[in-house]
């Protein structure tokens, strides 16, 4: 049985994914980190061992991976797109120095390691439909500078040292536990919040702009089974394109409309964040990871929205 540490634990992937962990591996096996406590995750960090560790502290992360005996890092600790672009010094110092923290200790200590890349890996130069698995990677955010750069540090630490390393390059992620923090495609998660509470919402992307997303549960499988899959085939490793749909604004709108008909969508372009999303590409080509280990998305653009309704208006109290 694998003993994991998730890093970035409280957050909009990890919060979802520890759970998950936890139902495959067993409680004992899943260990839960982040920077500080947060309130509203009390079962993230009371159904399991919970660690305070901010990744940029190697030493502590050497700490908890031996007092543990931990096998798997699953590093989900990242400074996302817009936050980045506000404070790029923050970004570098989590996303690279708390990576590279992560694969020292991974080598000195013999883990495997899932760290997530991004569509924010390619930028204005890169093909932008159906984009290849190996193209042109100049981005222009400090998010994507630092998706790139840790593709690349995974990848030497599994050629030099033999770091079991495995990554998928995520869209967007839309999911009704815990709200994504400071994304540009988190305009996709907003909009469902507003059309149950207001009927109503003015989008920051504007009309026509195209991006990859996915809904969470098919994010969960993503990282679950490429975690578990065989080595023998993987060619690509770090940097697997996955995606399960591509839609702009007024397409996610006319889903929303299926299920509430009078829903209005309106523009309030944010100038950086549209640049940020025009940067990325309009969709990406899995074909590599659906050859190399299955992938294989359950959920389209309807199926999610009348999920994300459901569970949304349940969990609102609408
Ligand atoms: C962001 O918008 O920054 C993230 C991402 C696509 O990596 N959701």
């Given amino acids: ?53 901010n990744i940029t502290d190697g030493e502590r992360l050497s700490e908890v991976v031996k007092k543990h005996k931990i096998d798997t890092i699953v590093n989900l600790a990242a400074v996302l797109s817009v936050v980045g672009e506000k404070n790029p010094a923050r970004a570098w110092d989590v996303n690279m120095n708390g990576l590279y923290n992560v694969l020292e200790v991974a080598r000195q200590e013999s883990c495997s390691v899932f760290t997530p890349s991004s569509i924010a890996a390619f930028g204005l130069s890169t093909p932008q439909d159906n984009t290849p698995q190996d193209t042109i ?24 040292f033999g770091v079991d390393t495995r990554g998928v390059r995520l869209p967007g992620l ?84 299926k299920v509430i008909p009078e829903f209005e969508l309106s523009y309030d372009v944010d100038k950086e964040k549209q640049a940020i999303a025009e940067s990325w590409p309009n969709s990406l080509d899995d074909t590599a990871a659906r050859e190399e280990w299955g992938w294989n998305p359950k959920y389209d653009l309807d199926s999610m929205t009348k999920d994300m309704l459901e569970k949304l208006t349940i969990k609102l109290g609408i």
């Fill in 137 to 160: 990677q100049r981005p222009n955010t400090m998010y994507g500078v630092t998706k790139v750069a840790g593709e690349l540090l995974c990848d030497y630490y599994y050629t030099k």
């Fill in 1 to 53: 049985m694998r003993k994991i540490l998730v890093t970035g634990a409280l957050g909009q992937i990890g919060s979802e994914l520890t759970m998950g962990l936890r139902k495959t591996y067993g409680n004992d096996n899943v260990i839960a980190s982040s920077r500080s406590k947060k309130e509203g995750h009390e079962k993230v960090m009371e159904s399991g061992i919970f660690e305070i560790l």
């Fill in 174 to 257: 839309i999911s009704y536990q815990t709200l994504p923090g400071g994304g540009t495609t988190d305009y996709a998660v907003e909009i469902y919040y507003e059309a149950l509470k207001n009927k109503k919402y003015a989008s920051f992307i504007a009309e026509g702009t195209k991006m990859d997303m996915m809904y969470m549960p098919d994010a969960l499988d993503a990282i679950t089974q490429l975690l578990e899959a065989n080595p023998d085939k993987l060619i690509h490793r770090n940097a697997f394109n996955v995606t399960a749909m591509s839609f702009a604004p007024e397409e996610i709108a006319a889903a929303i409309r």
